[in-house]
């Protein structure tokens, strides 16, 4: 997420819904997070401190240990019904560990669900982290270690505006409130859609809170209206039976990877446009990116020209963008004089809200089919595939959600896109049809997520534990 500069005029969205509750319940809310928030940030770093990783090749039972200890800190917040449930994958292993904690609500009243995951992306390479990766440490205002960000801050800033509410309202609570806090998202959400369909009663609500995204800036919230879409796969080129001296029979015939190189060339137009025939593409946002800022925050180097056309929030949010994230070629330094017989890639596909997957794979294939350079043979892979979303920002829940992020803000909260993807957002759009999604985040430009050095702004983190403590407010007291 890229941030705009301080002199850009930004259109902010949002206004306090009628009856949307005092100035006094807020600074009693407000209260009540500040009170204990030396104690949410030492559950947060204990959180941190296990390394739970979902991914086949990591060790399994800090995962399960960190689903462990979540449980243990719902049961410590007054949940009774707490469980730690899982589905098995295709191949019959088991899921990542959820983690389930209910309270009904009472008659009359809605409920929401409020999503998080507890699994983490792997450290990588760890003399690149400052601190120990699984080691939280406060530095300049900021929490930094290995999901301090992404996204067990999420889990704390729902379970902590779960506390305030319950000791400001007290037994007037009446809200219907379900934790659902995912063990594999990292790892892609493998077993999301048969968990939901297994649980789909256990799980269902009116609202949907899914605290895994970002705010605009540090100061300035946001509420997640699009996500872009995902589809993957890989293009195989061959041209040989068995690879042959370079020099023998080189000239006549192009090496695969070459050619491989000439097709991923027809995948992009001059000026850096997806040049895929049938992808859905808009250039309809309401934010702009000032261009100096999108460098310094994706580090493009100075005298690289920037890919596409149109608005950049558009590029990163309502356009197709197409990356190669794997090619299979020998190594330089074992690389020998032969004419290679073939060559693959991966393709990374981001798609643009409106855009269906599968129409989206087809795209692909018929592009590479129809492009095979020089009459090579062209082998399409399909590989994953996600939906994209878009909120509906005229709905009750939306407009509760910006009202509540700019009175914890003290600033308007503005509606932006994202350009990545959370696959699983369609699974809930589909089996809960009018359930109302909220896509929120405790993120900011600076927080490095799935990067070394990741980190947690405490400020914008404490505003987002009260901002959420103002939606169940609102939801508790007028409903939708």
């Not at 204990?36 to 941190?48: A, I, P, Y």
């Not at 070629?329 to 997957?357: E, Y």
């Not at 359930?435 to 404490?462: C, K, Y």
Request: hydrophobic share 45%; charged share 20%; aromatic share 6%.
């Amino acid at each position: 997420m890229t941030s705009p500069s301080p002199e850009t005029p930004v259109s902010f969205v949002g206004a306090q819904p009628a009856g949307s509750g005092s100035a006094a319940a807020t600074e009693d809310l407000r209260a009540a997070i500040d009170r204990s928030f030396d104690q949410t940030l030492v559950r947060l770093k204990e959180l941190v401190a296990i390394p739970g990783i979902a991914w086949p090749s990591f060790d399994r039972s800090p995962l399960e240990r960190s689903a462990e200890a979540v449980a243990v800190l719902l049961r410590d917040s007054g949940l009774e019904d707490v469980q730690i449930l899982l589905c098995d994958k295709p191949d019959g292993t088991p899921g990542g560990p959820a983690v389930v904690a209910r309270r009904p609500a009472a008659e009359g009243k809605p409920t929401i669900l409020l999503y998080a995951h507890h699994d983490v992306q792997p450290a990588g390479d760890e003399s690149l982290w400052e601190p120990e990766p699984f080691t939280a440490v406060e530095k300049d205002g900021r929490l930094y270690g290995r999901g301090a960000a992404d996204d067990k801050a999420g889990i704390m800033a729902h379970i902590a505006a779960y506390a305030a509410v319950s000791e400001v309202v007290g037994a007037e609570l009446g809200l219907g409130i379900t934790f659902f806090i995912e063990g594999e998202e990292e790892a892609g959400s493998p077993t999301f859609r048969p968990f939901l369909e297994a649980n789909r009663e256990l799980l269902r609500a009116d609202v949907i809170v899914v605290a895994d995204s970002s705010n605009w800036k540090v100061g300035v919230p946001a509420l997640t209206t699009s996500l872009r879409g995902l589809v993957d796969g890989t293009i195989e080129v061959q041209v040989l039976e068995h690879a042959v001296h370079s020099g023998m029979f080189g000239g006549p015939v192009l090496d695969a990877p070459t050619l491989l190189a000439r097709l991923i060339a027809t995948l992009h137009d001059d000026d850096g446009n997806v040049a895929i025939p049938g992808l859905v593409a808009t250039d309809n946002t309401s934010v702009d990116f000032p261009e100096a800022d999108y460098r310094a925050d994706a580090s493009v180097l100075d005298g690289v020209r920037l890919a596409g056309t149109g608005s950049i929030a558009s590029r990163l949010w309502t356009k197709p963008a197409l990356s190669i994230i794997g090619f299979d070629a020998p190594a330089v330094d074992v690389a020998s004089n032969t004419l290679l017989p073939r060559a693959r890639a991966k393709f990374s596909l981001r798609l643009a809200p409106g855009q269906s997957p599968e129409e989206a794979m087809e795209a692909v294939r018929r592009h590479v089919e129809s492009n095979a350079p020089f009459g090579a043979k062209v082998t399409f892979t399909p590989g994953e595939s996600g939906n994209p979303f878009q909120t509906d920002t005229s709905s009750a829940a939306a407009a509760l959600a910006m009202w509540a992020l700019g009175e914890a803000w003290g600033v308007p909260a503005v509606e932006t896109g994202i350009g990545g993807s959370i696959p699983f957002i369609a699974d809930l759009t589909e089996l809960y049809p009018d359930v109302q999604i909220l896509v929120t985040g405790v993120e900011d430009p600076d927080s490095r997520a799935h990067s070394a050095n990741e980190s947690l702004h405490l400020g914008d983190f404490r505003k987002a534990i009260l901002a959420e403590a103002l939606l169940l407010t609102r939801l508790n007291s007028g409903g939708l």
